[in-house]
């Protein structure tokens, strides 16, 4: 396998790491994480051919009740999302699912940032967006592959960017969080391509009870 991000329009990392108030994109570097942080990990694979891309936004040591919330919210909109995918289905309508438990939590859906199409390309159509009352064309088929990747931040939705050209911050320095799978398109609904394994790590408290 090979790092999808590495010099992709030369970007410089093999993967993003977004700590806190930086939504995606974010570049690794020496930087230590505290208690407290948010950090998401987005990875990209290029495999036998095809691209596989995923991301998670972990807790740091001890984060506060709001981040745990901004958090559990985020990965919500991203289960309540993939779970209308099969034939049929208009892919304006994901931005509908995401907006509305977004919004009733009480947080706000970043547009600047969407879902794609990815298979041999990293990036293609279809684009997904995230937040309701979008343009995005089309209905889902069977055989697509496409990621939904919801950014949720705890402020305002719009981001700013760093002078590195590439990490996305949000316009009130609030958190954002973000999750993300690439998904399939079967004839009976969807099959998740990045799932965690029944023997990956349990890290999100709400799924252990």
Known sequence: GYPSPLNYHFFPKSCCTSVNEVICHGIPDSRKLEDGDIV??????????????????????????????LVQCTYECLEKAI?????GVRFREIGEVINRHATMSGFSVVKSYCGHGIGELFHCAPNIPHYSRNKAVGVMKVGQTFTIEPMINAGVWRD????????????????????????LVTETGVEVLTARLPSSPKVYPWLNA
Do not use: C
């Not at 960017?161 to 009130?172: C, E, I, L, Q, Y």
């Open 40 to 69: 998401n990990i987005d990875v990209t694979v290029y495999y036998k051919g095809v691209h596989g891309d995923l991301n998670e936004t972990y807790f740091v040591g001890n984060a506060d009740e709001a981040s745990r919330q």
């Open 83 to 87: 779970s209308i995918v099969k034939p």
């Open 160 to 183: 700013r960017m760093w002078p590195d050209g590439w990490t996305a911050v949000t316009a009130d320095g609030k958190r954002s969080a973000q999750f993300e799978h690439t998904l």
